[in-house]
């Protein structure tokens, strides 16, 4: 087999990817959190809800992002990934100036990032995954995951939603400013050439059938998380006796028993049954 027909193959192969995540790419874009906000369906709650459930994942990004660095062995890929990470570390401080326009205190935000405050389950599961392909997985399953699919379905998203902001204007704690706005407009213009370049990448790395269907079904897999950590927060505030997926009495129990004091028990005297002298434990 010569070189044009081995690149042939390749380019048939991402082809093939392209149609083996559509239906999940599709499910996204048209699913219940981005029509929900286009439409204006979403409460101000479930608006604040996923910007601060996914601040985490946005925060840690460009680490995803530096540990496929590690992979690459060309100055192309290298060169990709290293500006790559120095964008997403600027979209990260963006997300925090949207959540704030939206009425969240930035205090909420970075708590949840820095671990003091757990995220919903499926929110980090989406997170581990990410964590997973980019440390263990190849570099074609890594950017297939993650700068593929991830920030490929992102800009589509970007470009859908990004009018639906104009229904929560005139809610109370709402500024629509342009460092409200700054995060989607961004990936709106960028986040079409991000996935172009990784997708050079992934064809150049996925040599065999066999890294060729890991880095398919690792795209599947970040599409699919993905949705599930986006409906899952939406739904999850979207009852107002709901506080971050979790009935109010329920938290404040919770929340009281770990702010217990732990009370030290007193010496006691016991008395031995068969008529010894008290003796102190």
């Known amino acids: 087999m010569g070189a044009s027909d081995l690149r042939l193959g390749r380019r048939f192969w991402i082809e093939s990817l392209h149609s083996y995540v559509r239906p ?17 369906h979403l409460t101000l709650r479930q608006m604040q809800g996923w910007m601060l459930q996914l601040y985490p994942f946005i925060h840690t990004f460009p680490k995803y992002l530096a540990e496929t660095l590690i992979k690459a062995e060309d100055d192309y890929s290298r060169s ?18 949207m959540g704030v326009g ?4 930035e205090s909420e935000m970075l708590a949840r990032a820095n671990g003091e405050v757990a995220v919903l389950g499926d929110v980090q599961s989406l997170s581990d995954w990410l964590w997973f392909v980019n440390t263990k997985g190849s570099l074609a399953e890594a950017a297939a995951a993650t ?3 991830i920030e490929g379905v992102t800009g589509d998203l970007a470009r859908k939603i990004i009018s639906g902001f104009e229904h ?12 409200t706005y700054r995060w989607m407009r961004e990936h709106v213009h ?19 059938e066999q890294v060729q ?5 690792a795209a599947k897999r970040s599409l699919q998380l993905l949705d599930q950590a986006l409906t899952s927060t939406c739904k999850a505030y979207s009852n107002p006796l709901l506080v971050d997926g979790e009935f109010a009495p329920d ?7 770990s702010e217990s004091v732990s009370i030290d028990f007193p010496e006691r005297r016991f008395r031995d049954r068969r008529g010894f002298r008290d003796v102190v434990h």
Request: charged residues 25%.
């Open 24 to 40: 999940y790419w599709n499910h996204l874009l048209n699913g219940y959190w981005a029509e929900g906000i286009v439409q204006g």
């Open 80 to 97: 990709y990934y290293i500006n790559n990470i120095r964008v997403e570390k600027a979209h990260a401080r963006h997300w925090l100036w």
């Open 102 to 105: 939206f009425g969240l205190p």
């Open 147 to 149: 700068s593929f699919a």
């Open 168 to 179: 929560y204007k005139n809610e109370p704690g709402v500024n629509l400013n342009a460092k």
């Open 190 to 208: 960028y986040d079409d050439q991000h996935p172009r370049i990784a997708l050079e990448i992934i064809e150049h790395y996925a040599k065999t």
């Open 213 to 217: 269907r890991r880095a398919m079904f």
């Open 251 to 257: 938290r404040r129990s919770r929340e009281r028993r």
